[in-house]
Every structure is written in structure tokens, then in C-alpha cells.
């Protein structure tokens, strides 16, 4: 019958007997071509899988999850209690059910050293041996050796019992032994008699007592057949005491799940470790962030907040020299640069010098240190463990002749940490060497250096002499990396803040020396106040047809102080005369003489919100304070213009546009406001009361806001909306603060409603400024500006002056005009203007190089007008403006102001 069996005729009697194929592989198949039903396939069939992969949802979940893991963390883990079977229980049992009852035991033990302990015991009942021992890999790939985990582990004995620490285990090189040839062959020693053997350390038996005949041992491999340990059993209970090559069959099959067990234990050892490290990281972070204004109170913060983890004897930090550096060279970022430099510019231009940025050319860049001696540590922080975590700051003399210190001193000099032990520090140092200078003795020591932002050493931190006696190891070194690396970042930090400070209290000193020569000087004040301040209605303040071009510098002021006279303003809130003269020339002292956006428009402006509010009847819609709000307003709301708009401050990148994200130079204006009133004798609110003055800082940032045109484009549909709906009272703040918003542009752009004599004058002024930013772009910044900024299109500027009619000013003038029939000679002087824009052929206005118009803030010499004399003759007649050939306006000097208030 056997003769006939071939694998040809095996084949032809499965197919030909499909049931019996499937009822054998029911009874005796393996399990990776079982499918999930339980059925088999048959061999013909195309659908055929014979690997599947397990199905490991149905098993039960084995996972460490979030809570578990927390409670392992903090040691509240209630292990589950479970009666392992004795040896007589195992030994009834088949081989299989043996190995699947042990490996129970382990795969669900995630602590090394209870899972090395049931590792032990186990094995000890599989081979029926009397003991054993269980050696972990510990160090480098260069320098690995093993160390006693678990040591003469029997059947009964408890973990604490056999349990090695860090402070009694044993150290078997590699090599070594018999334990220390196993981890570095990787093979198998079975030896008959030990005491033949001489490799074997009879010492251990003459201190015991215990008499060593066999031993087995062999090594535990992981997934990638390392060595990560060496389990090592003695003296077989059975027979003549030697193990026999099914013990040896036995041990393998049962190391090689050891070998797993041990790695995922590890890993997860690994996890606490770093989940406890990242805690700590996390508290330092904090500590940086609450402790930032002393340098010295920041080190000791992070230090105290990181013995728990430290774990050593002493702890000390060494700072450089550089790293206490006051000279604030240490601030980063575009920010702290641009301030720096723009106080020494702000610096040089109060007092009339060449604004030059500090030069660091005197201070010559340190050399890299050749030597120890090149290395000056400034200041070192000590912690002792024994004082309760008091920490000490040694005087500059003993950090000089600190040994600690000199090991410090080298790292810094090296630039790379040093992890040495007590044989190391003797072949390094010299022996003396490991005593400090107050008995002190090093044992062993780890040290890193602490790098900055720039990646130069400014610190040390050195730990000494671990608690439980032995040597650093790589965890110890991975906690003081991350230790140092957040008192690196601590020292930046702080570091940053005090040189803010510090350059925020140059800034201060800046800002006081330019109030000075930015504040209008006591004998102007003196002079202005001796002046005779005309009525209103003598010079046309209250008229829509104001002109100010036959009025010199003087009268300007003065008719300003006349208009907050007239409006009761100095009597209602007790504004001393002196400070509002003192407060108007200084406002009028602080713009820039640009072609348009001067002095002379803030005034044309305020006397159009004046004119607006007295003659155009919407005085009773304000109190006393919102009048004082708008005129003040007006008359700052250009303050410190560069005769640039905000799309071009953006586009040079300039600190103003740093500063401020949007309407850069309206939040700039306002900010000069506020520093004019800060200025000492200039603070024309000194008698508000606190609320009062804060509503009317407020309203003067609105009101100054609102003169950006990107603004009034969004609030002009909800105010046209209002008007429609037909609100008349505007007592609801967002309704007046709308109606405000836009008086504030219809004042703005008020010259276009002026008689046509003073509207083309002033809109060559305006085209002029605009030509001179266009010339910037196309020359600074290579690129070509839009039409009315393009001086090579100044003869499209009527069309261009009809769009800016139609497009901004007529649809609020109409709008007021609607609401308030006080304001329709505006309206009326737009429309006509319009009318005179749109009848102006093309080239009919000459804007060249060659021939400007003469800026309104000339003398009356200057502008060809009659000199005007100080009687009591209001009534000016207003003559022509004249043109002067070959007239060159001086650009102003491009000064980059950054305050900060």
C-alpha cells in the first residue's frame, strides 16, 4: 500500500475527494489557513489565502490607555492579584500549556524588575534548577557591560529579596566570566562542573556557603538579535545535577518570549521616564515665563524646580562673562533692532547731529578661547542636596580657584558635554584634583554647556556625584540637556527683557530730550501771549470761504487761539492762556514742512470743523467737551506726516508700519498727539477730571482715525443709511461717533469746496506732494506709482480731480447737505469746482520740474503778498497768488521716528 504513495497520487485522491480534504485540515489543519468562520479552502479554489493576518479585535485588549497610564505614572495602579501555579501544577500540565501559562504572566507585566523576577522563577520550574540569576545590558555600543538585575532567584523567594539596586548590583564587563563571555559571543555555556570551568568565581560560593555544581546560561536577544540580557540558572534538582539538552531546547524556546517581554517592559520604562521628564520641562517653561526680571532669580527658580529630577549631591551653574552682558547686544528680532537704532537717530536729531547708529567698532569681538584661562566665568549658582535646596552664590575668588569650576572651564573649551567618573577625573585632573578647596570630595561628575540663540556657549551646568553612588548613565545625561537648554532659554528670555527695559529707558531719555526741542520755546510763548488775538468775524472764521494764504505764520497761531476763545473752551475747562499758546505752537512746531499735509492744513482744517459746527449749525448736537475733542483733533490729526501715505510706509517697510497694522499714519498721528500733551506745560487738559479725560483721549483717536479714507469708505454706507431712515438726534454713541467720523472727512478734504482761486492752488500742492511720493517709488523702489502719483501723467490731473470729486467728496457733502442745510455752501463749492475741473483742457496746469506753486507756509514776503501790519485792521483784501520760476522745494529729510508710547 505505501509503495503506491507518491505526492502524484496524494494530489489525484484530494481532488477527487474534496470532503476528506476538508475534514482532515477541520481536525489537524493549522490555524494561518483556517478562515474566520472556521472553515478551510480547498486547494483548487482561486479565492485561496493561506496567510491572514490575525484578527486581533477579538482577543482581549492588552493596551495601556490614558488613565492606566497616568495611574502607573503616580504609583496608583492596583495591580490585579492573580494566583500563579505552583510547580507541581505546571509540571502536570503539556509542554504547550506551560509555555501559554508563562507567557501570560509576562505579556501582561510591564515592570522590568517583577517581570525579570517571574522570568526567573519560571524558568527555574521549566528546568527544574534551584536558582538563577538575570543580567540586563546597560551603556553604550562602545562600552556595554551588564549588571545584576536579579541575583540567586529560587522558587520561593521574593522580589525584594533578589532584587539588585543601582547601589548593590553587580558590573560584568563584556567578556568577562561566564555571564560576560555569553553577552559578547551570544552563545550557549553549559557547564558539567563550575569549579572546572575558569571562567567561574569561586569567591561568591566561599562567602555564601553555597556550593555551585552545573550552570546553564544563555543569552536574551531582541527583535534585531541584540543582546539585552543574560539569563543564567545553577544546579538541576534532579539526577546528577547536570542540565541536559532539553533543558537547553527549553530555556531557548522560553528566553526568546523573555527577550520580547523584557524590550516592551524597557520601552515602557522608557515612556515614564520621558513622560516624568516632560513634566519637568513643562514646569521650567513656566518658571521662565513667571520669573523674567532678574537673571539670578530665574537660575535659582529653574534649579529648585528641577532637583527632584537632578538627583545628584550638587548642582551648579557657571555663566560666562557674555552671557552677563549689559550692553544689550543680546536683543533679537527686526523689532528691537530698528529700535535700537532709531534712538540714537531720534538721539542725534534733538540735538542738531548727524544721527549715526551706535558703533561697536570700539568694542573688538572676543576671541574663541585657546586655553582655561580664556574662559571668566562671572557669576555660579551652587545647590546642595543636603542643605534642603538652599542655593549659594560663591564670591568671584572661590569660582577662580574652584576645581569644579576648571572641569567647567574645559567643557566650555571643548564645547561638548563631559560625563566622567572618579578613575576619568584622576587620569584627567590629577587626584587632588577631586577635593573642592571646603572638603568636597568628587565622585563623579556630568557637565554641559548651556548655549544661547546664537549657538555660543554662555553657561555651564555641571551635576555631581549621583545619590545612590554610581556613575552617570545616558538618561542622566538626556535630563541635563533638556535642563540646560531651558536655562539657556531662561537666560535668553530674561536677557531680552532687561535689555527692552533698558533701551525702553533709553527711549524715555530720547523722548524727554525731543519734547524739549519739540515744545515750543518759553519766549514765543511769552510773545504770543503780549499778541492782540483778532475776532473771528473780522477775519472770516466763521465763513465756508476762509482764506488763509495773505496770513503769516503768527496769525495762524493766533486765529487758532481765537477760535478755542470764541468757543468758550478756555473758561468752560479752565485751560490756562499760557499752556494753550504753549500747546498750539508746539503742535504747529511739530510738522514737518512738506508741501501739503502741514501746518497750514491743519489749520485750514480746524477752521472748516469750527465753521462746520458755528455757522453750519451743528453745535447743539455737542457738549462743550466733544467741541474741545474735535478741534483738537483737527488741528493734530496730520501730526509729524512725511508727506507719504499709509500704502507706501507699508511697502519701504518702515517702523511706522511695525508699529501699526493698519491706518499706520493716523495711529502715528495720534501718538504725537499724545506725546505733545505729555510734555511737560503743554497738557491743555490738565483740569479734566479722570473721566473726562479719558472720553476725550478716546474721541481724539477716533476723530484722528476716521480721517483715514479706507475707514470712511466703510462707515459712509451706515451713515448715508442713518440719514435715510431719518435720524435727526445722534444721542446714541455709535450714531454720533458716525456722524463725527464724518465731519472729520468732510473738514479733511474741505479744500475742494473752496472758492476756485484757493482750490487750484491748493490742489497743485496736493498733486506737487503726491508727484514727490511718486518719484520716491519709481526711483527707491523701482516701481511704477498709480496715475496720481505719476508725474509723468500731471496733465490728466482735472479728469483725475472730477473722479476724486465724484467718487469721496460729493456723496458726503450731499449727505450732510441732506441732514443739515447749514452745510450747502459746501455742497455748492464742490459742485462748482467740479463744474471748473471738468471745463480745464488737458496741460492747462502746468506742474513741471521748473515751475511749482509757492507753499502756503512762506512768510507774506515770501509768497509776494504785502507785509501785513499789527494794527487793529481785520479786513484783508486777497491778492493773487504768485509763481515763482526755478522755484526748488526741498524734499525734507528723511527721518525715521519710532515712538512708542
Known amino acids: 500500500m505505501t509503495e503506491n504513495l507518491n505526492p502524484t497520487n496524494v494530489e489525484n485522491y484530494l481532488i477527487k475527494n474534496p470532503e476528506f480534504l476538508k475534514s482532515y485540515l477541520s481536525k489537524h489543519g493549522a490555524p494561518d489557513i483556517t478562515h474566520k468562520d472556521g472553515s478551510h479552502s480547498e486547494p483548487s479554489s482561486p479565492e485561496i489565502k493561506i496567510k491572514r493576518l490575525p484578527n486581533f479585535t477579538s482577543g482581549r485588549g492588552n493596551s495601556i490607555t490614558t488613565s492606566i497610564f497616568k495611574k502607573y505614572v503616580e504609583g496608583n495602579l492596583e495591580r490585579i492579584k ?25 505579556a501582561t507585566e510591564l515592570d522590568v524588575n517583577v517581570l525579570c523576577h517571574k522570568i526567573l522563577k519560571n524558568v527555574s520550574i521549566l528546568t527544574r534548577s534551584d536558582r538563577g540569576s538575570l543580567f540586563l545590558v546597560r551603556g553604550s555600543k562602545g562600552n556595554r557591560y551588564l549588571v545584576s538585575k536579579l541575583f540567586d532567584v529560587t522558587e520561593v523567594s521574593t522580589i525584594s529579596e533578589s532584587l539588585h539596586t543601582e547601589e548593590t548590583e553587580i558590573k560584568v564587563p563584556f567578556g568577562k566570566g561566564i555571564a560576560g563571555f555569553v553577552a559578547e559571543s551570544k552563545d550557549t555555556v553549559n557547564i558539567k562542573d563550575a569549579y572546572e570551568d575558569p571562567r567561574f568565581n569561586k569567591d561568591v560560593d566561599l562567602k555564601t556557603g553555597y556550593r555551585t555544581h552545573s550552570i546553564l546560561c544563555m543569552p536574551i536577544l531582541n527583535y534585531e538579535g541584540e543582546v539585552i540580557g543574560v539569563a543564567q540558572i545553577i544546579n538541576k534538582v534532579t539526577g546528577n545535577h547536570e542540565f541536559t539538552k532539553q533543558d537547553e531546547d527549553v530555556f531557548r524556546k522560553y528566553l526568546i518570549f523573555c527577550g520580547i517581554g523584557i524590550t516592551n517592559a524597557q520601552l515602557f520604562e522608557l515612556s515614564v521616564q520621558e513622560y516624568k521628564r516632560n513634566q519637568l520641562l513643562l514646569n521650567l517653561a513656566r518658571g521662565i515665563f513667571e520669573e523674567q526680571t532678574s537673571l539670578e532669580r530665574l537660575i535659582q527658580k529653574v534649579m529648585l524646580d528641577s532637583q527632584d529630577m537632578l538627583k545628584c549631591e550638587r548642582c551648579t551653574v557657571y555663566l560666562t562673562e557674555e552671557s552677563m552682558s549689559k550692553g544689550g547686544k543680546n536683543l533679537t528680532g ?10 540714537y537717530k531720534l538721539l542725534a536729531l534733538a540735538v542738531h547731529q548727524d544721527p549715526h547708529p551706535e558703533e561697536d567698532s570700539n568694542v573688538q569681538a572676543k576671541a574663541k578661547p585657546t586655553s582655561t584661562k580664556d574662559v571668566l566665568f562671572s557669576m555660579a549658582f551652587d545647590l546642595y542636596a543636603k542643605d534642603g535646596g538652599n542655593i549659594r552664590v560663591p564670591s568671584a575668588a572661590e569660582v577662580a ?10 567643557v566650555v573649551l571643548k564645547g561638548t558635554p563631559l560625563n566622567v567618573s572618579e578613575i576619568q577625573i584622576d587620569a584627567m585632573f590629577g587626584k587632588i584634583r577631586g577635593f573642592e578647596d571646603d572638603g568636597f570630595k568628587t565622585k563623579n561628575m556630568l557637565c554641559m554647556p548651556i548655549f544661547n540663540n546664537e549657538k555660543k556657549i554662555i553657561g555651564v551646568t555641571l551635576l555631581v556625584n549621583k545619590l545612590n553612588g554610581v ?23 530674561c536677557q531680552m527683557y532687561e535689555n527692552a527695559c533698558r533701551l525702553m529707558a533709553k527711549q524715555t531719555v530720547a523722548l524727554e530730550v525731543l519734547s524739549y526741542h519739540a515744545t515750543a520755546q518759553q519766549e514765543e510763548t511769552d510773545k504770543l501771549m503780549a499778541s492782540e488775538f483778532p475776532p473771528g468775524k473780522d477775519i472770516g472764521l466763521y465763513t465756508f470761504e476762509f482764506n488763509d494764504i495773505p496770513l503769516d505764520e503768527l496769525e495762524t497761531v493766533k486765529c487758532t487761539i481765537t477760535m478755542f476763545q470764541e468757543a468758550n473752551l478756555l473758561a468752560e475747562f479752565k485751560i490756562p492762556l499760557e499752556v494753550m499758546c504753549r500747546w498750539t505752537l508746539s503742535v504747529k512746531k511739530n510738522y514737518r514742512p512738506v508741501t501739503y499735509h502741514n501746518w497750514r492744513h491743519a489749520f485750514n482744517v480746524t477752521q472748516t470743523m469750527f465753521t462746520i459746527l458755528y455757522t453750519g449749525g451743528l453745535i447743539k448736537k455737542f457738549e462743550g467737551l466733544e467741541v474741545l475733542g474735535l478741534l483738537v483733533a483737527c ?46 506745560g503743554n497738557n491743555i487738559f490738565q483740569s479734566l477730571s479722570p473721566a ?25 454706507g451706515d451713515f448715508q443709511k442713518l440719514v435715510q431712515e431719518g435720524e435727526t438726534e445722534y444721542i446714541e454713541p455709535y450714531k454720533k461717533d458716525l456722524l463725527k467720523a ?49 508725474r509723468e501723467k500731471k496733465d490728466e490731473l482735472p479728469k483725475m480731480q472730477v473722479g476724486f470729486i465724484d467718487a469721496i467728496c460729493l456723496p458726503i457733502y450731499k449727505t450732510l447737505t441732506d441732514e443739515f442745510g447749514g452745510l450747502k455752501p459746501m455742497l455748492d463749492g464742490c459742485l462748482r469746482n467740479k463744474e471748473k475741473w471738468q471745463e480745464r483742457p488737458p496741460q492747462s496746469l502746468h506742474l513741471d520740474e521748473d515751475s511749482e506753486p509757492v507753499q502756503r507756509n512762506r512768510s ?42
Open 82 to 106: 492573580k494566583t500563579s501555579k505552583d510547580r507541581n501544577q505546571l509540571l502536570s500540565m503539556s509542554e504547550d500549556e506551560v509555555f501559554m501559562e508563562l507567557i501570560r504572566d509576562i
Open 334 to 343: 527686526m523689532f528691537a533692532k530698528i529700535l535700537k537704532k532709531q534712538f
Open 401 to 410: 580657584k574652584s576645581r569644579n569650576a576648571e572641569i567647567a572651564r574645559h
Open 692 to 716: 473726562q479725560y479719558r472720553n476725550i483721549i478716546k474721541m481724539l483717536e477716533h476723530a484722528i482715525l476716521s480721517t483715514d479714507l479706507a475707514l470712511y469708505f466703510k462707515k459712509r
Open 860 to 901: 507774506p514776503e515770501q509768497n509776494g503778498l504785502p507785509q501785513k501790519s499789527d494794527s487793529k485792521e481785520h479786513k484783508r483784501k486777497e491778492p493773487e497768488v504768485q509763481f515763482e520760476k526755478k522755484v526748488k522745494i526741498v524734499e525734507p529729510k528723511k527721518t525715521k521716528v519710532c515712538v512708542l508710547l
Open 635 to 680: 488741528l493734530c490729526h496730520d501730526l509729524d506726516h512725511r508727506g507719504t501715505n499709509n500704502a507706501f510706509q507699508v511697502k519701504v517697510a518702515s517702523p511706522l508700519a511695525m508699529l501699526y497694522s493698519t491706518s499706520v499714519m493716523e495711529h502715528h498721528h495720534f501718538d504725537h498727539c499724545i506725546m505733545i500733551l505729555n510734555s511737560e
Open 471 to 493: 556613575p552617570f548613565n545616558e538618561n542622566d545625561a538626556n535630563i541635563i540637556e533638556a535642563f540646560s537648554i531651558f536655562t539657556g532659554l531662561g537666560i535668553h528670555n
Open 742 to 790: 464724518m465731519m472729520m472727512t468732510a473738514c479733511d478734504v474741505a479744500a475742494i469746496t473752496k472758492p476756485w482761486e484757493i482750490q487750484e492752488k491748493v490742489a497743485q500742492l496736493v498733486a506737487n506732494e503726491f508727484f514727490e511720493q511718486g518719484d520716491k517709488e519709481r526711483t527707491e523702489l523701482g516701481e511704477t506709482p498709480m496715475a496720481m502719483m505719476d
